[in-house]
């Protein structure tokens, strides 16, 4: 999927996902499209990818690891 974002200098540019998450991590972008609401966020006031959240203590659900 491309994702339109925009760098720290104001400039646009199209990205992958992957580079997404790793431009987010270096703290080099201000906001993306988010496809699925078709509206800009912005990485200092709206939730991101791995941000907030608890992650999951229950028992494992995946058919996977319950067949032997």
């Not at 999927?1 to 400039?11: G, N």
């Not at 790793?22 to 991101?48: G, N, T, Y």
């Not at 990818?49 to 992650?55: C, E, K, L, N, V």
Request: aromatic letters at 10%.
């Amino acid at each position: 999927m491309i994702i339109r974002i925009m760098y720290t200098d104001y400039k646009y540019d199209y990205v992958n996902a992957r580079k997404l998450d790793q431009l987010i991590a270096a703290q080099r972008i201000i906001k993306f499209v988010r496809p699925s609401e078709d509206s800009w966020i912005h990485i200092d006031r709206d939730p991101v990818r791995g941000s907030g959240g608890t992650a999951y203590a229950g028992p494992e659900r995946r058919i996977a690891h319950l067949i032997p």
